[in-house]
């Protein structure tokens, strides 16, 4: 089965920088993806990772640990825009289907 | 831009209704998705596909089947709604091999 964990909220200042953990259990692992769902809204895509290390895509960079089942979303420099939920997700050894976890809801005080 | 459409944003149903939730997408991806958000729950699989004709069991497939007539089109089918259904529904899509899924904007259906 797949176990997928992270934080359900978080609030930062404007400005500052904040790291979103998600930690996974899987059967097969084929990539970890991050998505952005601001409210009433789709989620898009932000990140992928299939490799060990860090990915960097201007404000927002993705790590992954494949032997630790871990991974982080660090978001730099928060804007108020930065407020929405973080979906970290996990695709399986077989095809494109996702799993994800329930989401981390980032609020940006000014 | 992908583009995925999906018919209705609201849809309020009474309990024991049959309910159509039609999703399109324009980029002849292979591959189509059906979600069920809900608030601490997060994401769930109820059904995909591969391809055309083609459907697969999510995670939560109870009482609902889906329809791939057409590659663009992915049609999931409450047989009779029930209170529990009321949720987001989103559909997703993606081609072979691709990395990201797209999202259409979601269906928020309530069962009364």
């Known amino acids: 089965g797949q176990n997928i964990d992270q934080p359900t909220e978080m609030t930062a200042t404007e400005g500052a920088i904040v790291q979103i953990n998600c930690t996974y259990q899987t059967s097969g692992f084929n990539g970890l993806f991050w998505y952005q769902q601001h409210a009433g809204e789709a989620p898009t895509f932000l990140s992928y990772n299939v490799l060990d290390g860090l990915e960097e895509k201007g404000r927002f960079s993705s790590f992954l640990s494949r032997s630790k089942g871990y991974s982080y979303l660090l978001l730099k420099e928060l804007q108020m825009k930065d407020s929405a939920s973080y979906l970290c997700?996990?695709?399986?050894?077989?095809?494109?289907?996702?799993?994800f976890g329930g989401g981390t809801r980032v609020l940006v005080k000014p | 831009d992908v583009k995925v459409t999906q018919s209705s944003r609201y849809l309020v149903k009474r309990t024991g209704e049959k309910v159509f939730l039609e999703c399109v997408q324009d980029m002849d991806h292979e591959n189509m998705f059906w979600y069920r958000q809900d608030p601490g729950l997060g994401l769930r699989l109820i059904y995909f596909?591969?391809?055309?004709?083609?459907?697969e069991k999510g995670d939560i497939p109870e009482g609902y089947s889906v329809s791939r007539e057409k590659k663009e089109r992915f049609s999931l089918i409450l047989e009779s709604a029930s209170t529990n259904q009321t949720s987001m529904y989103l559909c997703a899509s993606t081609r072979q091999g691709y990395n990201g899924y797209t999202f259409g904007s979601g269906t928020r259906l309530t069962v009364v």
């Open positions: 596909s591969y391809d055309v004709k083609m459907k």
């Open positions: 997700a996990v695709r399986g050894a077989a095809g494109n289907k996702l799993t």
